[in-house]
């Protein structure tokens, strides 16, 4: 089936620094989703993307959809202290009605 | 605007038992995803539901099914639990029209089997 590699695992930065993080399929992916999700809470939607090359931003935040289709990148600029949580990329491939999801990137910001 | 809400919060149950998990899609919206989040990973797709059917499914056994009623909330049923049914299980909502593709996450339900 459909796999999502999202790197890093982790990332530890200090408060203030600029983050990137992304997300490879071996298949073309439609359209690319970016979630967040905190403890004992659903993931949150960031930002979609619905063109190959498209990017959007929602505040600090920033996504691209990769030229190939097949990668996606979040970027957070000035990182603050409420930005952690685990950022989870998301997909649909050939259905447009099944969302595949990445492991997930920890994000500690220190303060 | 009332977001996606699920009950209960936690459950725990035995090995073999049954257990029936609800959610309320978020308002406006007529889809409802369920997926399988185990600890450390990014949730699994178990199925959508529209217009009280089942119309994808992913790779989880017969055991999970499902209903949605005509007031668009769902019911995720496990049946014969297993100690691996252990997760989170999250409920998603979205919209037939423009807004398909833009799943909106409920808070989830904790389920242990014991």
């Known amino acids: 089936g459909q796999q999502l590699n999202q790197s890093p695992q982790s990332m530890f930065i200090q408060e203030g620094e600029d983050v990137s993080m992304n997300c490879t399929s071996s298949?073309?992916?439609?359209?690319w989703l970016w979630y967040k999700q905190e403890p004992g809470e659903g993931p949150v939607l960031l930002i979609a993307?619905?063109?190959?090359?498209e990017l959007t931003s929602n505040g600090r935040l920033t996504a691209q959809f990769g030229i190939t289709r097949k990668d996606s990148f979040l970027n957070i600029s000035a990182s603050i202290p409420s930005d952690v949580g685990i950022y989870f990329c998301?997909?649909?491939?050939?259905?447009?009605?099944?969302?595949?999801f990445g492991k997930g990137t920890l994000l500690t910001v220190n303060p | 605007d009332a977001g996606v809400t699920q009950s209960p919060t936690h459950l725990i149950k035995t090995r073999g038992q049954q257990v029936t998990l609800r959610c309320s899609p978020k308002?406006?919206?007529?889809?409802v995803s369920w997926y399988q989040q185990a600890l450390g990973q990014g949730p699994q797709f178990i199925f959508q539901?529209?217009?009280?059917?089942?119309?994808q499914r992913g790779n989880f056994p017969d055991r999970f099914s499902g209903h949605q009623f005509p007031n668009y909330s769902s019911e995720l049923n496990v049946n014969a639990l297993l100690l691996g049914d252990s997760a989170l299980y999250l409920c998603?909502?979205?919209?037939?029209?423009?807004?398909?593709?833009?799943?909106?996450f409920g808070p989830g339900t904790r389920l242990t089997v014991t």
């Open positions: 308002s406006g919206h007529d889809t």
């Open positions: 993307l619905y063109k190959a090359g």
């Open positions: 539901y529209y217009e009280e059917e089942e119309r």
């Open positions: 298949s073309i992916f439609n359209t």
């Open positions: 998301a997909g649909y491939g050939g259905s447009n009605y099944k969302l595949t």
């Open positions: 998603a909502s979205s919209w037939q029209g423009t807004g398909l593709y833009e799943q909106y």
